[in-house]
Nanobody, 123 residues
Framework: QVQLVESGGGLLQAGGSLRLSCAAS????????MGWFRQAPGKEREFVAY????????YYADSVKGRFTISRDNAKNTVYLQMNSLKPEDTAIYYC????????????????WGQGTQVTVSS
């Protein structure tokens, strides 16, 4: 069983930056694809970014491309989401997720999920 714990959310003004972290339990973190998703009130959960096991392959939703950066530190069992130039439409609960197979943007394909961290961006 893997546990994921997100941190780093908060309330900030548009144009600001935040870095989210997601710490994973277990000893095989480097074998997992990691993803970030978000869910705004009244909307479905949507893909934000993923990173491959080695970190060599990353992919972003068009809505965040150029503003967000996903990275991982396998020695620390942690994945990060650096969010810059935040907009009010980025307001959501952000979830990290883990998959034991290759990268995908599909939420249903991920095996474990964190509890989420709230990000609120005011205009």
């Amino acid at each position: 069983q893997v546990q994921l714990v997100e941190s780093g959310g908060g309330l900030l003004q548009a144009g600001g930056s935040l870095r989210l972290s997601c710490a994973a339990s277990g000893r095989t973190f480097s074998r997992y694809t990691m993803g970030w998703f978000r869910q705004a009130p009244g909307k479905e959960r949507e893909f934000v970014a993923y990173i491959s096991m080695s970190g060599g392959n990353t992919y972003y939703a068009d809505s965040v491309k150029g503003r967000f950066t996903i990275s991982r530190d396998n020695a620390k069992n942690t994945v990060y989401l650096q969010m810059n130039s935040l907009k009010p439409e980025d307001t959501a609960i952000y979830y990290c997720a883990l998959r034991r197979l290759v990268v995908t943007t599909l939420a249903r394909e991920y095996d474990y999920w964190g509890q989420g961290t709230q990000v609120t961006v005011s205009s």
